[in-house]
């Protein structure tokens, strides 16, 4: 396995699959609902998933692929090299908004992340790592994230979690909210990670979130000294939806312990 070969090649086709982006959905965007009539996916999507398998396929046909839109294979382990990858991750932003969204992909070997991308598309800025090399912002190394009081930090979180909801006891996460020195919600996990691994977010934690919306990010928050978890604590589960919670090592026992009372 030649990482860097790999590596090279991911953000080639990451900048390709930004450029198809870009050129198309001024002039051909249709957008469809999924699993509610606020989860909304477009053919932009679904074509791009699309193009990733091709290029990915071509270059070797072994790699697996997890796709949030389900046009790869069936993926039931991490064994091999598995690209686990959000085509547009954001979709509500891109559809309203033309901006904040993101490509973003993890690329494993055995279990084990080795290459990790966030691309915001509109921007064209590239957060990416390689496992035990470090990790960049564009050609600029990202440094180890500085300690942060909780008092002084700014996290991300969607407003639903602190309201009423099945998951997770509503009034501690009030309380972290009033803690905190601000809150933010850029709706696109992985502009929220992204923000986390280069210190302009302290923390971004969620309920319910894809390994694709995460993977990416995992692996560059290794190489910045960011901790990722589910919010019991635990590795991610890379093949299923979990909880996550991305934050600077110096608050994130401290959240979890704390604020987060899980139902
Ligand atoms: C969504 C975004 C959003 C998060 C959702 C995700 P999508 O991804 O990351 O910020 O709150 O849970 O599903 O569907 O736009 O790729
Ligand atoms: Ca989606
Ligand atoms: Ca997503
Ligand atoms: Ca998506």
């Known amino acids: 396995?030649?990482?860097?070969?790999?590596?090279?090649?991911?953000?080639?086709?990451?900048?390709?699959?930004?450029?198809?982006?870009?050129?198309?959905?001024?002039?051909?965007?249709?957008?469809?609902t999924k699993s509610d009539a606020n989860d909304l996916v477009t053919n932009i999507d679904r074509e791009t998933e699309l193009f990733f398998i091709e290029k990915i396929k071509a270059y070797d046909a072994s790699h697996k692929i997890l796709g949030e839109e389900g046009m790869g294979e069936k993926v039931e382990s991490l064994d091999g090299v598995v690209w686990i990858l959000d085509p547009i991750d954001g979709t509500m932003n891109f559809v309203k908004q033309h901006r904040h969204f993101m490509i973003t992909i993890g690329i494993f070997v055995?279990?084990?992340?080795?290459?990790?991308?966030?691309?915001?598309?509109?921007?064209?800025?590239?957060?990416?790592?390689?496992?035990?090399?470090?990790?960049w912002y564009n050609d600029t190394p990202l440094r180890k994230l500085q300690s942060v009081k909780l008092e002084e930090a700014v996290i991300g979180i969607n407003a639903t979690w602190v309201t009423p909801n099945r998951r997770v006891n509503h009034e501690k996460l009030i309380e972290l909210v009033r803690t905190v020195r601000g809150t933010r919600s850029y709706g696109a996990a992985a502009m929220e990670i992204a923000f986390v691994v280069s210190g302009k977010l302290d923390a971004y934690l969620s309920m319910r979130?894809?390994?694709?919306?995460?993977?990416?990010?995992?692996?560059?928050?290794?190489?910045?000294?960011?901790?990722?978890?589910?919010?019991?604590?635990?590795?991610?589960?890379?093949?299923?939806?979990?909880?996550?919670?991305?934050?600077?090592?110096?608050?994130?026992?401290?959240?979890?312990?704390?604020?987060?009372?899980?139902?």
């Open 110 to 135: 055995d279990g084990v992340g080795k290459l990790g991308y966030i691309f915001d598309v509109m921007r064209e800025d590239l957060f990416c790592a390689t496992a035990g090399e470090g990790a």
């Open 209 to 263: 979130l894809s390994p694709w919306d995460v993977a990416g990010g995992i692996i560059i928050a290794q190489e910045v000294g960011a901790i990722a978890s589910n919010l019991t604590g635990q590795p991610v589960n890379l093949l299923g939806q979990d909880t996550f919670i991305i934050a600077n090592p110096s608050i994130h026992s401290q959240i979890l312990e704390q604020y987060v009372e899980l139902k």
């Open 1 to 32: 396995m030649n990482l860097q070969q790999l590596d090279r090649f991911a953000k080639e086709i990451i900048r390709q699959a930004g450029q198809r982006i870009r050129d198309a959905f001024s002039y051909d965007l249709k957008v469809e």
